[in-house]
């Protein structure tokens, strides 16, 4: 009886399932080292494999699948194995991991210490055997390890005072700033920060043993830092003095700001008290500068003189730095001669010039008034022989604010009169 034409075939089958080879590899555990680990530390897997036959893993081994927050450092392995490093993969390969054997491989790697700044949370690393061979047993592969991350926990505050508030002008601002670490862990790379625009003269401060800072030149910006590596829970108080300087804040009232914070690296659990603007008034004194004045005669006949009596009343509430009236006229007059109150410096033009001048006082009191006298000549070379109205204004100004600059000027405008008329009607 002949054989079926399909018998060699049905051998050939038989025989290549008895050449093919298996390899059960086992990933036997995991153990992340250590659990808990602080941000920006190294975590190490010690990761075992077994084969467990029947016969040696072609290539075989481990792959491990690292998390994305860590970063592979080192790695070691029993010999006969060759390691590979890919991002944050990494294999462990034995060109033929024999049956029955098992090997033991170390991974290290650091997490992120951005992290640090994170609440606490954990990662996931992935292991799973590496080669060529049929595994027969895959339920055993993969082993995932969830190791968790400890920030440390950390609440930091400033508050601060000023005074005093309201400030006067070239007055000293201190500030009493009290910076408080809640806890409950250790703050690290912390930062205490003054900044101001400008509007401000740096003087001086004063910190707690153990930080430093930026060092100032005396009338800079108050613009610093001052930095303690590790700041324990506890209250930390520091003092900053500074200038309101009038030749940077001007003579009106307004406000002038600083502002404050506290930075350091660590699971900030309330950021809504790191920091804190600091609002002081700024006050001026008050100067309420008047002019009154009057011409004699009015008409007058051109020529002939004319006196301006001129008033300056400081109606307070505070004393007038550097009070000056200042007179203008467009040149249709000439200086004759100024009577001006004790204690007044005058700037005058010379006889026959325009009379264009400022009397000024370094200090007038509140309630005072100044009388002056101003004479001045009608000339028809400037007028014409027919005459016409000339004007001649009269100002007052201090360095101190004017809280009414409406009644600090004066304009008199006086009628020339010809001298033709008057001969036509008096001579005969």
Not at 194 to 215: D, K
Not at 304 to 318: F, I
Request: glycine share 8%; charged share 10%; net charge negative.
């Amino acid at each position: 009886m002949s054989m079926p034409n399909s018998l060699p075939l049905v051998l050939l089958l038989l025989a290549g399932v008895a050449m093919a080879q298996s390899a059960d590899q086992e990933v036997v555990s995991v153990v992340a080292a250590p659990d808990p680990v602080v941000p920006g530390q190294n975590v190490t897997y010690t990761v075992t494999v077994r084969n467990n036959g029947p016969d040696a893993a072609v290539n075989g081994g481990i792959n491990a699948a690292l998390s994305g927050l860590l970063t592979p450092i080192s790695h070691s392995a029993p010999a006969g194995f060759t390691c590979y490093v890919s991002g944050t993969n990494l294999s462990c390969l034995h060109p033929a991991f024999p049956s029955g054997s098992t090997a033991v491989i170390s991974i290290v790697a650091r997490l992120a210490d951005a992290q640090v700044n994170f609440p606490d949370g954990t990662f996931t690393s992935n292991f799973a055997p590496s080669g060529t061979t049929i595994d027969p047993i895959p339920g055993n592969n993969l082993r995932s390890v969830t190791t968790a991350w400890d920030s440390p926990q950390i609440d930091l505050s400033v508050a601060v005072e000023d005074t005093p508030d309201p400030v006067g002008p070239d007055q000293f601002i201190s500030y009493a700033l009290h910076a408080t670490h809640a806890g409950p862990d250790t703050a690290t790379n912390v930062n205490v920060n003054v900044y101001n625009n400008g509007t401000l003269r740096f003087q001086s401060i004063t910190a707690p043993a153990g930080f430093t800072c930026t060092p100032l030149a005396v009338g800079a910006a108050p613009i610093l830092t001052c930095s303690k590596p590790l700041l324990t829970p506890g209250n930390y108080d520091f003092s900053v003095v500074v200038l309101a300087d009038d030749a940077v804040l001007g003579l009106n009232d307004g406000t002038v700001q600083t502002a404050f914070g506290v930075t350091a690296t660590g699971n900030e659990i309330n950021q809504a008290n790191n920091s804190e603007t600091e609002t002081t008034a700024y006050v001026t004194p008050d100067a309420d500068l008047a002019i009154a004045s009057i011409d004699l005669p009015d008409p007058v006949i051109v020529g002939q003189s004319l006196q301006y009596q001129v008033t300056m009343n400081h109606l307070g509430p505070d004393a007038a730095v550097d009070a000056t009236l200042n007179m203008y006229n467009n040149g249709s007059l000439r200086f004759q001669q100024m009577l001006a109150p004790p204690g007044f410096v005058c700037t005058l033009p010379p006889v026959g010039a325009a009379p264009i001048f400022s009397c000024r006082i370094a200090s007038m009191a509140a309630g005072s008034s100044a009388d002056f006298v101003i004479t001045v000549l009608t000339d028809v070379n400037l007028i014409g022989e027919l005459g016409g109205v000339v004007s001649s204004s009269f100002g007052a100004t201090a360095n101190t604010e004017d809280p009414g600059n409406a009644n600090n000027i004066e304009v008199e405008s006086t009628l020339i009169l010809a001298d033709l008329l008057f001969r036509n009607g008096f001579e005969g």
